[in-house]
C-alpha cells in the first residue's frame, strides 16, 4: 500500500501542478505541452488504478492525436509564440472565485459524504479482454452510436474547415 | 488509499479546468481547459468502476475519450474558421451579443 | 215636503248653467247668447225656490208629527229644560210679542199670554245626503238645512239674480267678456243658494270662500285696467284676513261641541245655555272678525267701496243685496253661539252691537263726502250692514233678517237706478257731470225715489218697517235696553235720508252738467227697476207689527216673517224676547227721517243753511278732509301695516339672497375652480404623470443597469452559469 501511495502522490503532484501551470502560463505552446503533462500524468493513474487500456487509449488518443491537434490549431491560429499576448482575461479573479467556489462545493459534499471509504483493492481485475466483451455485448448500441458521431465530427470538420 | 484522493484529485482538475476556461482569452486555451475537465470526469468514473467492481467505469471512460477527440475536432475547426473571419481568436473581442 | 227634502236641486240648477255657459256656450249656444241659459236657469231656480217657501209655510201651518218639536213639561225658565233637548214653550212665538214683558223668563210657557193661537215649534228639514269623509271618529257629511231663514234668503237671492241677469242683456252688451260674466253670474248664485242650506259649518265655510272668490272674479271683470285688478285683489284679500277669524272660530265651535253640525250645535247651546260661555264668547268674537270682513264692518269695510270697480248689475247682486250680507246670515243661522257668547240677554253694550253701531255711523259719514254715485251707495250699504249687525247685536232677530229683506230690494233698485243713470250718462259715475235727468229719464228716476224713501226710512214703505224694528230693539233690549246702539240708530237714520236726498239732487235735479244727451234706457233696464221699486214698497208687508193690522181685522198676517223665518226650536231655549211694538219709536224715526230730508232740501233746492263751510272754517275742511281720506284707514291698512311687515322681508329676502345665496353659490364655483387647477398641477401632472414618467424611467434605467450583464462575452455568462450552479449547488448540499 505504501508504494502505490507514494506513486499516487507523485503523480497527483505532477497532475495539478501542471494543470495550474498550463492555466497560468502566458506561452501557449507551453500551455500545450503541460496539458500533455497532464494527461500523460493521468494516463499513469489509470495504469495505477488497473485500467490498463484506459490508459493506453489515453495516451494513444489523447496525447497522440487530440494534443497533435491542439498544436495544429495553434500553428494555423497564427498564436503568437512566446510571450506576446495577456493570456489571461481582465475578470480573472471572478473566474477564480467561481471555480474555488465551485471546487469547494464539490470538495465538501466529497468529504461530507465518502470521509474516509477506503479504495476497494481486492475486487476484480477487469483487463483488456473484458472491457471489450463488456464493450461489444452490453454497450453494443453506444459504441456504434460514437463511431458514427466520430464520421459525423469528421465531416463536420472537414466541412467548416474548407476554404472555398 | 482513501476514496477520496482520486476524487478530490478529479475535483481540482475540474475547478483548475473551470478556472481556465472562464479566464482564458485564447480560444484554443479554453478548449485546453475544457480537455481537462473531460479528464477529470474520466478519473472519476474509472475509479468508481473500481470502487464498484464493475467494469462500466472503464467502458465510459473510453466513450469520453472518443467523444472528446471528435469535440476537439469539430472545436478546432470553428476556432479556425473564427481565425479566418476575424483574424483574432481573442474571445473578448467577440462581444457580438452585447447589449 | 218634497222641495224641503229635495233642495239640493236648486243650487245644482245654476251651477249646471255655469258649466254648460262656460264650456259649451262659445260653440254651441253663442257667446252672446248665453243669457238665454242663464235667465231659464235663474226662473227655474225662482220657480223652485217658490216652492220651497210655499211648502214651508205649509209646513209651519200645518206640520206633521215629526215636524214639531215634542215637549215633556211646561219649564218655567229658560234654561230649565233637562232631559229633553226642545224649546220648552209651546206656543210661544205668535203670541210673545202681544205683551210680553221683556226680561222675565220667556220660556214660561203658561199657555202664553197675550192669547192668540200657540204655533209649534218646527224643526228645519235636514236631509244628510252622504258621510262624506270620516276620519279619526271625526265625521264630515253634506247635505242641506232648510228652514224659514234659508226660504227667506232663497227668495231673496232667486229674485235679484234673475232681475240682475235681465237687467245685465243690456247693460254689459257688446262686452268684451259677455259669456264669462254670465258664467260667473250663475257661480255665483249657485254658491250663495249653497252657502244658504249650509248643513254643517263645513259647507258654510266652502259656501262662503266661493262667494268671495266670485266676488273677486266679478269685481275684476274688466281686468284689463289695473284699478279694477287692485279693487278685486283688495277686496279677496280683506276678506281672507277675516275668513282666518271664520276658521278658528268654526274649529273653536267644532273643538266645544264635537260635531260640525248647524242643528247639533245649536240644540247643544239652546238647551244648555251658560254652558261652555268662554269658548262661545271666543268663537263669537272670532268668528265677529269674519263677518266684519265679508259684510263691510269696521274697520274691513275697506274694500267695500273700491268693489265698485266692478260692473254695476254685480254690485247689485254681490255688494248690495246678497254677498255682503252672508256675514249677517251666518250670524242669524249661528245666533245661539252669538246670544250667549256675547251675553246678548243680559248685557246692555256688546261687541257686536258696537261694530255694527259705529259702522252705520261711520259710513253715513263718509256717503257724504263721496261724489261717485257708487261710491255713496256702497257706503250706505256698510251703513246699513251695520244696521243689520246692530240688530242682531241687540237680540232683535228678526228685525235683521227683515231689514235684509227689504235692504236687498231697495238697494238693489238703487243699484240698478245708478246704472241705468250712467248709461245715460255715458258711463260715469260721477255726480257732477250728471243732474237734471229728471226729465229725461222718468222711470230711473221715480224709481230711484221710491227706493231712495224706502231706505230713508219713511212711512210706509219697506224700509220703514224694518229700520222701526232695529230701533226698538235697541230701545228695548232684551233684558237691559241698548242705550248707545239707540243713539246711533237714530244718527244713522237721519244721516241716511240726508245723503240720499243729496245724491237725488245731484242726479235728477239741477241742470245737466254732463256732454251729450241723456235718455231713458231700454226696457230690458227700467222694468226690473220697476219691479224692485214694487218689492221696495210693498215688502213691509212681511213682518208688519199687529197694531197695525188690527183695525183692518188681518191680525193673521202680522209678523209674517217671524212666524216663518224665526228658528223658535233654537231661539225658545235661549229665551229671545221680541219688544212690543211702540207706537212712538215709529213715530221717532219718522221724524228723524223727514228732518234729514227737509234739511238737505233746504240745503240744495233753497240754498239755505251753511254753504261753503268747508272754506270758511278749519275744523269743517279738516273733517271734511278726513272723511274724504275715508278716515285714512286705507292709509292705516296699506302704508303702515302692510308697508311694516313687507319692507324689512323684502330687505332681508335681497340680503339673504345676494349676501348668502350668491355668495355661496360663487364660493361653491371659485372652489370648484381652484380644486380643479390645484388637481391639475399636483395629481394629474404631479402624480400621475410623475408616476407613470417615473415608472418609465425606472424601468429605463434599471435596464441599463442589467444590461452590463449582456457582455456579449461567453466567458462571462460562463462565469455566471459555473457561479449559478456553484450556488444551487451549495444550496442543495447545506439545505438538504
Known sequence: ?164 | MLLNQFLILGAALFAVGVYGVLARRNGVMVLMSIELMLNAVNINLVVFGVQHGVVSGQVFALFVIAVAAAEVGVGLAIVLLLYRNRTSIDVEDFDLMRG | MWMLENAFLIPLIPAISFVVILFFGKRYIGADRVHVVGITALSLVWLLSAVAAFQWTQRVENPTPDAVVQIEHHGDDHGDDHGDDHGDDHGDDHGDDHGDDHGAAVGDSEGGHGGGHSSPLIRPVISTFSQWWSNAGVDFAVGTFVDGQTVLLLMVVATISLLVHIYSTEYVKGDRRYLHYYAFLSLFTASMLFFVMAQNIIQLIVGWELVGVCSFVLIGHWWEEKPNTDAALKAFLTNRVGDVGLLVGMIVLWGTFQTFDIDAINTLISTNPGAHHLALLVAACCLMAAVASKSGQFPLHTWLPDAMAGPTPVSALIHAATMVVAGVYMIARLYPVFYEGFSIGTSSINLMAFIGGFTALIGAGLAFAQWDIKKVLAYSTVSQLGYMVMALGVGAWTAAMFHLFTHAFFKACLFLGAGSVSHAAHHTFDMREMGGLRKDMPHTYRTFVISSLALAGIFPFAGFWSKDEILLGSLVGQQNGYPLMLIFGCAVALMTAAYMTRVIWYTFHGEFRGHGQPHESPKVMTVPLWILAGMAVVAGAFNLPGPVLEPIGLEGLAHRIQTYAEPSVYLNGLGLSHPDPSLTMALVGLALALSGIVITYLYYWRRRGLHGLTERNRYARTGYKVLENKYYLDHLYNDVVVDTVKRPIAKWANDFNQNVLDRAVNTAGETARDVGRWVYKWIDQGAIDGSVNAAARGADSSGEGLRSIQSGKVQNYGQLLFGAAAVLAIVFVIVV
Open chain 1, 1 to 164: 500500500m505504501v508504494a502505490q501511495n507514494i506513486f499516487f502522490g507523485i503523480l497527483s503532484a505532477i497532475v495539478i501542478l501542471s494543470a495550474l501551470r498550463m492555466v497560468t502560463t502566458r506561452n501557449i505552446v507551453h500551455a500545450a505541452l503541460y496539458l500533455v503533462a497532464v494527461l500523460a500524468g493521468l494516463g499513469a493513474l489509470y495504469v495505477l488504478l488497473t485500467a490498463e487500456f484506459v490508459a493506453t487509449t489515453q495516451v494513444l488518443v489523447y496525447i497522440g492525436a487530440v494534443m497533435v491537434l491542439f498544436l495544429f490549431g495553434i500553428m494555423l491560429t497564427k498564436a503568437p509564440l512566446g510571450n506576446a499576448m495577456e493570456m489571461t482575461g481582465k475578470q480573472w479573479p471572478i473566474a477564480a472565485g467561481v471555480a474555488a467556489l465551485l471546487g469547494g462545493v464539490i470538495v465538501y459534499s466529497l468529504v461530507n459524504h465518502f470521509g474516509s471509504d477506503r479504495l476497494v483493492t481486492d475486487g476484480p481485475i477487469y483487463r483488456t479482454a473484458d472491457v471489450s466483451d463488456e464493450v461489444f455485448s452490453t454497450y453494443i448500441v453506444p459504441f456504434e452510436a460514437v463511431s458514427v458521431l466520430l464520421l459525423a465530427a469528421l465531416i463536420g470538420a472537414i466541412v467548416l474547415a474548407r476554404k472555398d
